[in-house]
């Protein structure tokens, strides 16, 4: 079992930046890959940002690319958001996720094992 616990939301204003993180329990959490998604009121849920095992590897949403980096420590068993340059578009309940399968195949899915609870981000303009 893996737990998954969020942190580092909060409000900022356009233009700015914060860094999420995601905290994770179970010792074989390193090995799992690991993602970031996010959903607005009235929105369905979307990917933002994922990484593998090792960070070795990374995909991002479009909407995010060259704004937002991803990254962990598994020394930590912590996975972090960086997110720079916020819109208000960015604002939503941010959700990170861990998944047992190799990042080949969990990329782009949203199917994963294990979800966190969520920290919200609101940017304003």
């Known amino acids: 079992q893996v737990q998954l616990v969020e942190s580092g939301g909060g409000l900022v204003q356009a233009g700015g930046s914060l860094r999420l993180s995601c905290a994770a329990s179970?010792?074989?959490?390193?090995?799992?890959?690991v993602g970031w998604f996010r959903q607005a009121p009235g929105k369905e849920r979307e990917f933002v940002a994922t990484?593998?095992?090792?960070?070795?590897?990374?995909k991002y949403a479009d909407s995010v690319k060259g704004r937002f980096t991803i990254s962990r420590d598994n020394a930590k068993n912590t996975v972090y958001l960086q997110m720079n340059s916020l819109k208000p578009e960015d604002t939503a309940v941010y959700y990170c996720?861990?998944?047992?399968?190799?990042?080949?195949?969990?990329?782009?899915?949203?199917?994963?094992?294990?979800w966190g609870l969520g920290t919200q981000v609101t940017v304003s303009s």
């Open positions: 996720a861990a998944d047992s399968r190799i990042f080949a195949v969990v990329a782009g899915r949203y199917d994963y094992d294990y």
């Open positions: 179970g010792r074989t959490f390193s090995s799992y890959t």
């Open positions: 990484i593998s095992w090792n960070g070795g590897s990374a």
